[in-house]
């Protein structure tokens, strides 16, 4: 099985989303990069395991590359276990949003857009400049559609959550 390298641009996200949905729905393993590549590893010519899936670079505790293989029936259960749980919070993940503001090619980037997906509702990709300013990122998200009827669902990272809660 031949592995699909896909650049990720991050003014772009949507661009590698839809690649990644054609890749993944073609039966195929697609590795994430940032765009320039950068330092990323890539993969050794390895045999994946059955059926598609995708390939992330973590840095992890240790601060060093790593890349990590999700099978595609892996990112399937992490999405039903998020739902699971969301359920067990009184939320209904069919009657929220998802509003993503972490790079794609990362898997807390990736994992909002999957959910979306699974779970048939809307996602939102939010631009790193509208994460550091909560006035425009208000305003924003104010203007998207079932904002006001929708339990709106964020995977933030300590930074960004730190600047947010740092706003009145």
């Known amino acids: 099985m031949v592995l699909q390298v896909l650049s990720c641009r991050a ?3 949507q661009l590698a989303a839809d690649a990644l949905a054609n890749y993944l729905a073609s039966d195929q393993w697609v590795q994430l990069l940032p765009h320039p590549s950068g330092s990323v590893p ?25 890349l990590c293989l999700h099978p595609l029936r892996h990112l399937q259960r992490s999405a039903q276990a998020t739902a699971e749980w969301l359920v067990d919070t009184g939320i ?22 999957w959910r979306s997906r699974q779970w048939g509702i809307p996602h939102v990709w939010l631009s790193p400049d509208l994460m550091k300013d909560p006035v425009a990122l208000s305003r924003f998200t104010e203007s998207v559609v079932g904002w006001h ?17 740092g706003h009145p």
Do not use: I
């Open 92 to 113: 209904s993940p069919e009657h929220s949003l998802v509003f993503n503001p972490l790079p794609f090619h990362h898997v807390s980037g990736l994992m909002p857009w």
């Open 149 to 165: 009827d929708k339990a709106a669902l964020l995977s933030l990272v300590p930074t960004q959550l730190t600047r947010l809660m």
């Open 42 to 66: 890539k993969l050794p010519d390895l045999p994946m395991p059955l059926g598609p899936g995708v390939v992330v670079a973590s840095g992890g505790s240790s601060g060093q590359p790593r």
């Open 11 to 13: 003014e772009a996200p």
